[in-house]
């Protein structure tokens, strides 16, 4: 059984300073199944806090307010992480963005490596904009920063 730690790891911390693919699940606030999302507008506070920005309008904030128990899956090159934790709503909309933006910070209460036996992962995921780049890139530098203010 892979040990159970209640922080993140210097590794996974300084791996979610920056802009990050991760699986985001919460509980379905209308059918109490799993919701699963990529987001890529999450960082790490601190090795115990978690940050992410999301679309107002998304299902997730309800599934929060619902129900604040969350995970995020964390892929990297080497293993996948299993990220458990309690969600808050920190700001309703964030200021210096030009859409609506909730900021939801996560209290992490454990962090397990969730890799099957007998396995790495050999190449970390990667993704790009398909929209205009500079366009994607000032808008995340946008929404960091606010969430930084948050």
């Known amino acids: 059984m892979a040990e159970t730690i209640t922080a993140l790891t ?3 911390f300084m791996k979610l300073q920056k802009e990050s693919f991760v699986l985001l699940s919460t509980v379905d606030a209308e059918t109490g199944s799993p919701n699963t999302t990529a987001v890529s507008w999450l960082y790490a506070v601190e090795p115990d806090r978690l940050r992410f920005a999301i679309d107002q309008r ?3 904030v309800a599934n929060v307010q619902h129900n604040k128990l969350v995970n995020v899956t964390v892929i990297l090159e ?3 992480h299993a ?3 309690s969600a808050t709503i920190v700001s309703n909309a964030l200021e210096g963005v030009p859409f609506k933006l909730t900021c939801i910070d996560i209290e992490i209460s454990a962090v397990r490596d969730a890799m099957f036996y007998g396995s790495r992962i050999s190449v970390a995921p990667e993704y ?3 929209y205009d780049k500079r366009a994607a890139e000032k808008l995340d530098g946008q929404v960091f920063n606010a969430m930084r203010k948050a």
């Open 78 to 80: 080497g293993s996948v």
């Open 10 to 12: 210097e590794q996974l």
């Open 128 to 130: 790009e904009k398909t």
């Open 58 to 60: 998304s299902r997730i």
């Open 83 to 85: 990220i458990y934790g």
